[in-house]
């Protein structure tokens, strides 16, 4: 048995690097705020936090500038975007907010929620609580509908990049 002693705490650049080892998927969280769409590009979307009430969750920086407004919207769509839909993951996290949806034409119901046509999933759904959690808020949501397709290739964020996925 090897006895490892640990270093001391590691700094944000350590932990991005190790956490790059560690796929996630990549999500559109958006809705339709003051007649504009809006939308954040998470990897930190966690499924099936809970199936009775169904929850997922998502971790946003408290530096976000767009979840203020996103958290306040009646309903938020969920789009788990395709390794097709790979350009638009990087337009839609775009820092100029006035041109993330420029050429994209998204699907909004009528309580605002938004969604990216063609993604593999979607999910729409309301805010349920929220956590801060250090330099994070952890938001919970309550999953109200879902619509996936077969076959659609994952999008995930890996070693810094943006992968595709084959589901089977």
């Given amino acids: 048995m090897t006895i490892l002693a640990r270093t001391s705490a590691p700094s944000p650049e350590e932990l991005r690097e190790t956490f790059s080892h560690f796929p996630q998927g990549v999500a559109l969280i958006g809705a ?3 007649g504009a769409p809006l939308g ?10 809970s199936l ?5 969750s998502v971790a946003v920086q408290k530096t976000s500038a767009t979840w203020p407004f996103l958290r306040t919207a009646p309903a938020l769509g969920i ?4 390794i097709h839909q790979s350009h638009l993951a990087k337009q839609l996290a775009s820092k100029d907010r006035a041109q993330r949806f420029s050429g994209i034409d998204p699907v909004i119901t009528g309580d605002g929620a938004l969604t990216i046509p063609d993604s593999p999933a979607l999910l729409w759904t309301r805010l ?3 956590v801060e959690a250090g330099d994070h808020t952890v938001a919970l949501l309550e999953i109200l509908s879902a619509s996936s397709a077969d076959g659609e290739d994952a999008l995930v964020f ?3 990049e943006f992968k595709g996925m084959k589901v089977s």
């Fill in 52 to 56: 009775d009430p169904p929850l997922v």
């Fill in 40 to 49: 954040l590009v998470a990897s930190t979307l966690t499924v099936g936090v």
């Fill in 79 to 82: 789009s788990l975007l395709g």
């Fill in 32 to 34: 339709e705020v003051d």
């Fill in 128 to 130: 349920y609580s929220e």
């Fill in 158 to 160: 890996h070693r810094s």
